[in-house]
């Protein structure tokens, strides 16, 4: 426990330390995330934050992680700069998404084929237990690149990514540190030390955001202990299985992945790329509710909690039921936000618009012998 404290002690100082400098350093050299229709903020903010994030994760793992005895974490941290470069040259270049995807493919690679993270049962859900190699790691990369992009596209409003970042890791990190696997504890518990730290330069109204560079490392981590967490709490024989871990896995992730999964969705039935950005995320719709940036964290966060609080104690139920009635429940809350959106704005901006072309100016004619102006009918005759 006190190596743990002292890893998160750690992590949580760099990044609290780095992040101011980020914040200097962006605004002399002007990186700032410029303010779009799409975008939420009115201001020019440094987008850099996930560097702050970044630092402190990875100090506090190269100090505390034997990576004799946990040889695949080289591999973790190989795919984790993959992913951290491929985000801040985002946030300072932008890229295409496709060339994001290909450097996520890789990444993913170097996780599952030498990191040995995979899926290699489905533990009950559908009724399928053991599957193919091939199936296995086909499944493997859909998930951990959907969990990437997951943190990824949830990073729309003050505070939310990283909230939902530390909400995942601290409960996946206590249950590691409770079976007894230290290096996915220490691994846990870092992102989730730095993650408190950005977040006090995060929350609304805020002075840095997190990034590509931010949202790609947490979705990356969290989805490596969201897998490793399926695979050995499923496990009969692990020092401290749990029932229905496939659905507790998706409910500690559940928020991101959801909304993630609905807007992939409706992009590709409307004929559009999947990483089509667009105005259709759970935050867009609580915020067109009238919700501020804390209130839509709060109600993120506090939605996440108590499905998860819902699993947990109906975990004897099986994965299948628990699976499809968070999906279920997911998706009608969603459905009834999007239909019961106010139309008010709308209105109102049809009617500035008719009122303005209503009220044209009126021109004027003017007799220049005499500088009198001439009535309509005047000028009409």
């Not at 890229?95 to 690679?109: D, R, W, Y």
């Not at 992009?149 to 729309?156: E, K």
């Not at 039935?269 to 105005?279: C, I, Q, V």
Request: net charge positive; glycine share 8%.
């Amino acid at each position: 426990m006190l190596q743990i404290l002292a890893t998160a002690i750690i992590s949580f100082i760099v990044a609290f330390l780095a992040i101011p400098v980020i914040i200097l350093v962006a605004e002399k050299k002007k990186l700032f995330d410029i303010p779009d229709e799409r975008k939420l903020h009115t201001h020019t903010i440094a987008s850099l934050g996930g560097i702050g994030v970044f630092i402190g994760l990875t100090f506090a793992l190269l100090l505390s992680v034997n990576f004799q005895q946990s040889p695949e974490f080289q591999y973790f941290i190989a795919a984790l700069l993959l992913m951290f470069f491929i985000g801040l040259k985002d946030d300072i270049i932008a890229l295409s998404a496709f060339k994001k995807f290909v450097v996520q493919i890789i990444a993913a690679g170097l996780v599952i084929h030498l990191g040995g993270i995979r899926i290699e049962s489905l533990y009950g859900l559908a009724g399928i237990y053991d599957i193919s190699p091939v199936y296995g790691l086909a499944l493997s990369y859909i998930i951990l690149i959907l969990i990437i992009n997951a943190f990824n596209l949830i990073d729309g409003v003050d505070g939310l990514a990283g909230s939902l970042g530390i909400l995942s890791t601290s409960l996946l990190g206590t249950y590691f540190y409770m079976a007894g696997m230290m290096p996915y504890a220490l691994l846990a518990f870092s992102l989730s030390a730095a993650l408190m730290a950005f977040l006090i330069f995060n929350f609304h109204p805020a002075k840095i955001f997190m990034g590509d560079c931010g949202s790609l490392t947490v979705g990356l981590i969290c989805g490596i202990l969201v897998l490793k967490f399926i695979n050995v709490a499923a496990n009969p024989t692990s020092p401290f299985p749990i029932e229905s871990s496939v659905a507790l896995g998706i409910a500690v992730i559940l928020v991101p992945l959801v909304d993630t999964v609905r807007v992939f969705a409706i992009r590709i039935l409307k004929g559009r790329s999947p990483f089509f950005p667009d105005r259709n995320h759970v935050h867009h719709l609580l915020l067109d509710h009238g919700f501020n940036h804390s209130g839509v964290t709060t109600i993120c966060v506090a939605a996440n909690i108590l499905f998860i609080v819902w699993v947990y104690f109906c975990r004897s139920l099986g994965n299948t039921p628990l699976v499809i009635g968070l999906f279920f429940i997911c998706y009608v809350i969603l459905g009834a936000l999007f239909y019961t959106l106010p139309r008010r704005k709308l209105v109102i901006q049809r009617q500035i618009i008719s009122s303005l072309q209503e009220k044209k100016p009126a021109s004027k004619v003017i007799d220049l012998s005499t500088k009198k102006e001439l009535g309509n009918e005047k000028v009409k005759g």
